[in-house]
């Protein structure tokens, strides 16, 4: 698929989930008065697609638009959930992200109508994410909970097939054999600790972190673990940036410095993965459309780079993933694109 494809699909995802207003507002007490404030928050969109590859197959799309909240309580349900995880009893304030997200799985011949009995299937994921956690110089802590639905109200295929239309590329032809409607529901946990550090503020250097978590939901079931190293300029408290989920994510939060004040640096880690579940793969969880036989261990490479300036923040990841399932023809690789800004 051509790059005006992806540009076009891009632009459709987007469209139909910018239109909720992820927004919030924080009481204080002031002179024993009651107001209402906003709060700054950073607004962050990240694209992960298969066009940085050149492919147009298996995890093909990605898109997620999240609001970070900065120094507020998270809502008392999602902190309740926290505080029976390690590493979040000690923080009186915990900053919360809600996220909009989409994804879209096909196999690896989009034009076949007959659906491969050895490859994955059309799968489309529409969701709504949770998360709260920590951070910190040493480490950090998050906590996340996310509902979604599989199946065609999550509008894979019209998507899809309208963004090929408008410039006239080859049409995929085998929605008719999509995962089926299903609810889906995640908890997941992550944690984050520095175990080497050689930065300073304003001056090169490096450290190595290692990372490790677990999800569990009808959607993904896996357990994570892995590390990664950073080397730049005026190295931020941060882990990475930000990706989709299966991977363990980033850091979304980052501190807004003055408009003068710049990072960056470069980071290259590796990720191992056990899967016990994975709809997208596996099919539906009862009854609906059957997958294929998948891999139970998983490993992923990433390398990129991380710019930040004042209140705007770039990143880039390119990742390498190995086979996820019996009989797939070739390890997947994908880019992962983020910006972020405070407003």
């Known amino acids: 698929?051509?790059?005006?494809?992806?540009?076009?699909?891009?632009?459709?995802?987007?469209?139909?989930?910018?239109?909720?207003?992820?927004?919030?507002?924080?009481?204080?007490?002031?002179?024993?008065?009651?107001?209402?404030?906003?709060?700054?928050?950073?607004?962050?969109?990240?694209?992960?697609?298969?066009?940085?590859?050149?492919?147009?197959r298996f995890y093909t799309s990605g898109i997620r638009l999240s609001r970070i909240a900065e120094a507020r309580e998270a809502p008392s349900w999602l902190e309740s959930v926290a505080m029976r995880f390690p590493g979040f009893a000690e923080h009186d304030v915990l900053p919360y992200r809600l996220s909009i997200g989409h994804n879209i799985y096909t196999p690896a011949d989009i034009e076949n109508p007959a659906f491969p009995p050895d490859d994955r299937p059309y799968a489309a994921w529409l969701y709504t994410q949770f998360s709260t956690g920590t951070l910190h110089p040493q480490g950090a802590d998050r906590v996340r909970v996310g509902v979604g639905i599989?199946?065609?109200?999550?509008?894979?295929r019209q998507v899809q097939k309208y963004a090929h239309e408008l410039i006239d590329s080859p049409t995929p032809v085998g929605w008719d054999s999509q995962l089926r409607n299903e609810p889906t529901l995640q908890l997941g946990y992550d944690r984050m600790r520095r175990f080497l550090d050689r930065a300073k503020p304003e001056q090169f250097g490096f450290d190595l972190?290692?990372?490790?978590?677990?999800?569990?939901?009808?959607?993904?079931?896996?357990?994570?673990?892995?590390?990664?190293?950073?080397l730049g300029y005026n190295l931020p408290d941060d882990y990475g940036p930000p990706r989709i989920s299966p991977a363990a994510s980033g850091s979304s939060y980052f501190r807004a410095e003055g408009t003068q004040d710049s990072s960056?640096?470069?980071?290259?880690?590796?990720?191992?993965?056990?899967?016990?579940?994975?709809?997208?793969?596996?099919?539906n969880t009862f009854g609906g459309v059957d997958g294929v036989r998948i891999e139970r261990q998983i490993g992923e490479y990433f390398a990129g780079a991380v710019y930040t300036r004042g209140i705007f923040r770039l990143a880039y990841s390119h990742v390498w993933r190995t086979r996820e399932f019996i009989g797939q023809i070739e390890d997947q690789s994908y880019g992962a694109l983020s910006f972020s800004i405070w407003w």
């Open 1 to 56: 698929m051509s790059l005006s494809t992806r540009s076009c699909k891009t632009g459709l995802i987007l469209a139909c989930f910018l239109a909720p207003v992820l927004a919030a507002q924080a009481g204080n007490e002031t002179d024993g008065t009651q107001r209402e404030e906003r709060l700054p928050a950073i607004w962050m969109v990240e694209y992960e697609n298969d066009l940085f590859a050149g492919k147009d």
């Open 264 to 283: 960056f640096y470069f980071f290259l880690g590796a990720e191992g993965r056990q899967v016990f579940r994975d709809m997208f793969l596996q099919g």
């Open 209 to 230: 972190s290692w990372l490790a978590g677990i999800t569990a939901g009808n959607a993904h079931s896996h357990a994570t673990l892995g590390g990664f190293m950073r």
């Open 150 to 156: 599989v199946g065609p109200a999550a509008l894979g």
